[in-house]
């Protein structure tokens, strides 16, 4: 009898053991016959751009129009972290998906007390529940959540499962994910929380529309405080920040998700080939200031009239601020409209390359004397602004004063197809007229460009005269490589040239209240007040500002100098308060060495009025022009390798004056030759007058 009753046990015990074993069988199988293309299919995330240090400028909601943002546990705030796993998973880095001892104490605890007080959810759990999109009501459902779970610790790292959790969990709304929720509820990166803050980041998923705080701020607060009562419990939290943290109100409404330099954004996104985001140059704090700025100004100009801005870096060429309009969503100003893009007359503000160009060709110095006279140059009649005329006056005068026929003359001089040829060694793209030819009308803008091309050509000039390529996204453009003096062969101007430029700009007068030292600017006004310009650059940064209607409707009344310089000279102080300064002049340039020649004591312009008898001209006849000459500079080792290079010239009367790259190297009245040691390789300009002002020029490539 006794036998029998052991018989009869060991079955049932048997039994007993079988059903863990089962169960786990059933389990295994059932994780490793998840289909893992199907678990680990990545979920749509908004497409976002973010600025140079990351932060969000703008967020495309998801096809589902969600607001689904990535974000890598780095960039959660530690506390928060902390917070999330002492209240949800305290095991989370030791168990395998599923808690055996959180589905114990929860068992024990329904048993004992009739009903549920705690889950036994892991954090992994509710990032598989996320996966599934599916509720886990039912004990099938829960099963598979526990299955899924399982093949995700087998598939990614802690770190990994953190991630999908803190992009996916449910917020309230169409807000998905820490990030988002941050933004929405705080406005601001969750990188830094307040413990009020954490603590409704952590309660919030457990019933996101319940306790949505801008339709039951009670609720919110109910259930942020019971995190925050845990938290001390456990010690995350000391006693007094917890109980300030308890004072701290919930948000009450629903930020929106930041949208800024939106048209930057529209476009690096459209041009990045479909990927999820894209990193841009731009600063979001100075974008944020200098929109606010743009739309301020605006408003008083107008209620028609935009404001276009950039701002660029031109060491790097990398562009820090792009306002494009004076608002996106503004209608009347059709503010959908890119205006730094826009082609459109760029009126006197390409009259410092034209003076450049003739102070590199030898043709004019800043303190040369230039007529502005009622004159007819190949047809064409300039006249100025204000209908008035100066008589002679200094070339530098001429430029600050923005004198038309002056500039009208040195293009004369210098030649319209050199100009030009300049214009796109920058990097612009100048729009002429289809089937002109262009002519001397090009130096009061009778062409088109952008402001980008504008930008970028006055980084050039701030550089020393060598280009830049302007870039707003990182990896592409930038500054060009080379050694940057006047033996550049792609240079815009001669170094020379470029920092007497920037020494004349300086000295144009800003507006009235305005803060303009340490800036060379330049202002200009299309025909008819269509567009206002200014454009100006210290030792690091260069601005460019436009104004005007979207549409090209003249504006009465609006000019370069009083509407857009103004926000120009703005800008910079919203850049910083101090500024960089302007750099050194040159070697030979330095004040009281960069003295006027005789020979140039008036410019040589088909306008001089100095009564001199022209004669035959010199010419230069060794080396010929176009030669390139090697002189020892291929090691790299710079001037002081170079060999002397002699150059001769016949015919002209003396006193003759030599000029390499547009700066004075040689003059008395016996210097028919010249003997001249380059700065490095690369292409220079040698020109020789004489004492009427008659030139000869020959470009020679040095090695």
């Known amino acids: 009898m006794a036998g029998r009753v052991i018989r009869h046990w060991r079955w049932p015990a048997a039994a007993v053991l079988a059903v863990p074993a089962l169960a786990a069988g059933m389990l295994a199988h059932d994780v490793w016959s998840l289909d893992r293309e199907a678990l680990l299919a990545p979920v749509e995330m908004s497409r976002a751009a973010t600025d140079r240090d990351g932060v969000l400028l703008r967020a495309f909601q998801t096809s589902d129009d969600r607001w689904r943002l990535p974000l890598d546990p780095g960039a959660v705030d ?61 004990l099938a459902m829960k099963w598979r959540q526990v299955v899924t779970a399982l093949a995700l610790e087998r598939e990614l790292d802690k770190r990994g499962i953190l991630s999908l959790y803190l992009a996916r969990a449910p917020f309230g709304g169409n ?45 919110a607060r109910a259930a942020r405080d019971r995190v925050l009562g845990v938290m001390e419990a456990q010690g995350v939290l000391g006693r007094e920040p917890a109980a300030a943290a308890r004072r701290e109100p919930v948000p009450t409404h629903r930020r929106p998700v930041p949208m800024l330099a939106p048209h930057a954004t529209r476009q690096a996104l459209a041009r990045s080939g479909g990927a999820g985001s894209v990193r841009l140059t731009l600063d979001a704090s100075l974008q944020a200031r200098l929109e606010a700025m743009v739309a301020a100004r605006a408003a008083r100009l107008g209620r028609n009239v935009s404001v276009a801005l950039l701002v660029a870096d031109h060491g790097s060429g990398e562009i820090l601020a792009h306002v494009g309009s004076a608002g996106l969503l503004d209608e009347a100003r059709r503010g959908h409209v890119d205006m730094t893009g826009a082609v459109r007359s760029p009126g ?300 001769k010239a016949r015919r002209g009367r003396a006193p003759f004056l030599w000029l390499a790259n547009g700066a004075p190297v040689a003059s008395g009245p016996f210097a028919t030759a010249l003997t001249w040691v380059p700065d490095g390789p690369g292409a220079s300009v040698i020109s020789v007058i004489d004492a009427d002002g008659n030139a000869a020029r020959i470009t020679l490539t040095i090695r």
């Open 348 to 647: 006197s503000t390409l009259k410092p390359l034209i003076y450049g160009l003739a102070f590199e060709e030898g043709i004019a110095h800043p303190d040369s004397l230039i007529e502005d006279r009622p004159t007819t140059l190949s047809g064409y009649s300039p006249t100025n602004f204000d209908l008035a005329f100066q008589g002679t006056v200094r070339v530098r005068q001429a430029l600050t004063a923005s004198l038309n026929v002056p500039a009208v003359a040195l293009l004369d001089a210098v030649g319209v197809s050199r100009f030009v040829a300049r214009l796109r060694r920058a990097g612009t793209a100048p729009r002429f007229p289809e089937g002109e030819t262009p002519g001397l009308a090009a130096a009061l803008g009778g062409f088109g460009l952008s402001l980008h091309d504008l930008v970028q050509l006055y980084a050039g000039l701030a550089r020393g005269g060598r280009p830049v390529v302007l870039r707003e996204t990182f990896g592409t453009g930038g500054a060009h490589d080379g050694s940057g003096g006047a033996g550049d062969a792609g240079a815009i101007l001669s170094s020379g040239a470029a920092w007497r430029i920037g020494e004349i700009l300086s000295e144009v007068p800003p507006p009235d209240t305005a803060n303009g030292e340490g800036v060379a600017y330049k202002t200009g006004t299309s025909y008819g007040y269509r567009d206002a310009w200014a454009i100006g650059y210290d030792g690091s940064h260069v601005v460019g500002v436009w104004v005007g209607r979207a549409d090209g409707t003249p504006v009465p009344g609006i000019t370069g100098y009083q509407s857009a310089a103004p926000i120009l000279f703005d800008a910079f102080q919203r850049i910083g308060t101090r500024r960089t300064p302007l750099p050194r002049p040159p070697r030979g340039l330095e004040a009281g060495e960069d003295r006027v020649p005789a020979a140039l004591r008036y410019a040589r312009t088909a306008t001089r009025h100095d009564g001199l008898r022209a004669s035959p001209g010199p010419e230069i006849f060794y080396p010929p022009d176009g030669a390139t000459v090697d002189l020892g500079l291929s090691d790299g080792q710079g001037q002081a390798a170079a060999m002397p290079l002699v150059i």
């Open 175 to 219: 807000i998905e994910g820490v990030r988002a929720a941050s933004l929405a509820w705080f406005g601001k990166e969750p990188a830094r929380l307040t413990p009020a803050q954490a603590a409704l980041l952590v309660a919030l998923p457990q019933s996101p529309e319940a306790r949505r705080p801008d339709r039951d701020p009670k609720a």
């Open 78 to 138: 530690p506390l928060y972290l902390r917070m999330l796993l002492a209240y949800e998973d305290r095991r989370f880095h030791e168990h395998s998906g599923v808690d055996p001892r959180a589905v114990l104490r929860a068992g024990a605890q329904a048993l004992s007390k009739g009903r549920i007080v705690s889950g036994a959810s892991t954090l992994t759990m509710q990032a598989a529940r996320l996966v599934m999109e599916e509720p886990t009501r039912s």
